[in-house]
């Protein structure tokens, strides 16, 4: 039995029915040719015959005097996480996305391992889905991305088991051998670590208690955000909308503008928001906050959670695009730069500490009209080779993510080949007409390339700061 970090565990803390807290991909295949009707069905069978999960897919959450750990499930029933569903006609992208939809919106047992795959059949031209969802105390968006890929192959004759029938680098398999820490050793842990955690939890309160006037222009800090139909309380129903675009496009946008691809993207997502927010004449005069999380798993080769956040001024106020690329590429820098001199712990408490009022903001509905940030986007990066399940061709990637109470909309990115799909999540009844996302998100794309077009010196610069007298702790 191993005990659940603190971060691992809010996610479980954090639940209720109305706030499922699993992410899922959603991928798209084609089979391959001359592959008859019965493709799937024969893929099922084949699958059907592991009836046992390798850790950590035979591991459910168990509560122990007050501490969340993993335990094996001896009674495992592969019946109940594996599932063949089907399309109605006419089998339209339109049709996945209302299933799945309806299927992220659904809690799993604790009883059992926090894991579903769904495999989904009647898209047009043989092609089929699977919908595969895990629990956020289990893996984090880049380390689910890593074992999505991992769990394929690389080359169409290759076959592999199964996701829960193989032992994957990109999740801790061995955390369930893993006997306990005593309390002893946490709080010994806890104070070796105290050294880096302390000035985390000091740079972050910081951010909240300084003034207009401290501020420079490009930072973002917590309660900055203006109140915005996403920052409500939600219902457990769920709305999913996707597409992908071409990653030399978004590029050619960077490379003439001086942006990265991380800050494009936020820029696309920057312009889809105002339009839809103008749509609905809810457009605030300040401009939105996002919510960026940061992958640390490249400082550590730990398990579970390893992620800090960034705040990011979407400049939502700003009409014209390059001048809202501008100021986004301002605020990130200045965000990043920051982050580049703390260690890795810091980084953690700092982000942990950034997102902690949510809770009391929550439980108050304060968060309604001061919101902390208003929505959180997310950049995952994915697979550049073509991958394969069994002799069929993976063709697109799609992020599901989590909205939560107050943060009634999540935006995902995640990468596959030579393209970035997008992937919004949100509360169905707080985000009406989510698919027009979709519409705002192209022409924010062409609004950006046409600014190009008649500005073609259009590199971006972030700010020189000077120095300060008095250090920021």
């Known amino acids: 039995m191993a005990t659940l970090s603190p971060t691992d565990s809010a996610f479980l803390w954090l639940e209720t ?14 089979a391959p040719e001359g592959a008859g009707p019965e493709f799937v069905a024969q893929l099922l069978a084949r699958w059907g015959k592991y009836l046992k999960a390798v850790p950590p897919f035979n591991q459910r959450p168990a509560l122990r005097m007050g501490f969340w750990h993993w335990e094996e499930d001896k009674e495992f029933e592969l019946d109940y996480h594996l599932r063949h569903l089907a399309l109605p006609h006419p089998g339209r992208i339109r049709e996945l996305l209302a299933m ?16 579903e795959v769904h495999i989904i059949e009647g898209l047009p031209g043989g092609r ?8 956020h105390a289990l893996v984090d968006g880049v380390t689910g991305a890593k074992m999505m890929a991992d769990g394929l192959a690389a080359t169409a004759k290759a076959q592999k088991p199964p996701l829960w029938a193989q032992s994957l680098a990109a999740l801790p398999a061995s955390r369930g051998k893993k006997a306990a820490p005593s309390l002893l050793a946490q709080l010994g842990e806890a104070a070796r670590a105290g050294r880096e955690i302390l000035p985390g939890i000091g740079s ?24 915005t139909p996403f920052n409500v309380e939600i219902s457990g129903s769920r709305r999913f909308a996707a597409q992908s675009y071409s990653l030399a496009r978004l590029k050619r946008i960077g490379v003439a503008t001086g942006a990265t691809v991380n800050d494009v993207t936020l820029a696309i997502c920057s312009g889809a928001l105002r339009k839809y927010l103008e749509a609905q004449k809810k457009l605030p005069k300040k401009p939105l906050i996002a919510m960026v999380p940061v992958s640390l798993h490249g400082e550590t080769d730990a398990g579970g959670n390893q992620v800090t956040l960034l705040l990011a001024n ?15 590429v301002q605020s990130t820098t ?3 730069a920051r982050l580049s001199k703390m260690p890795r712990l810091q980084k953690m408490a ?11 903001a929550m439980v108050t509905g304060s968060a309604r009209k001061h919101p902390v940030f208003n929505l959180v986007i997310s950049n995952v990066p994915g697979p550049r080779q073509t991958l394969y399940l069994n ?4 063709e697109e990637v799609y992020p599901v993510s989590i909205p939560t109470h107050y943060l009634a909309l999540n935006i995902t990115i995640s990468g596959y080949g030579d393209r970035l799909g997008f992937g919004y999540t949100a509360c169905r009844r707080s985000v009406p007409s989510l698919q027009r996302m979709l519409d705002h998100t192209d022409e924010s794309i062409l609004e950006l390339e046409r600014a190009l077009a008649a500005t073609p010196d259009a590199k971006v610069t972030t700010p020189v700061r000077s120095p300060r007298r008095k250090a920021a702790p």
Not at 100 to 115: F, Q, Y
Not at 317 to 325: D, F, I, K, S, Y
């Open 17 to 30: 029915r109305n706030q499922p807290m699993h992410v899922a991909g959603l991928n798209i295949y084609s």
């Open 391 to 394: 002799t069929a061709r993976l």
């Open 100 to 115: 799945v939809s309806r299927l992220h919106g659904n809690l799993m047992d604790r009883n059992r391992p926090l894991w």
């Open 350 to 360: 700092h982000g942990m500490t950034t997102a902690a009022p949510l809770g009391p």
């Open 314 to 328: 979407l400049a939502t106020h700003v009409g014209e695009p390059l001048a809202r690329l501008q100021a986004i």
């Open 334 to 336: 200045e965000a990043k």
């Open 128 to 135: 089929f889905a699977t919908y595969i969802k895990i629990h």
């Open 204 to 227: 972050a309160l910081w951010d909240m208690l300084r003034t207009n006037s401290d501020n420079s222009a490009g930072a973002a800090r917590p309660f900055q955000a203006p109140p």
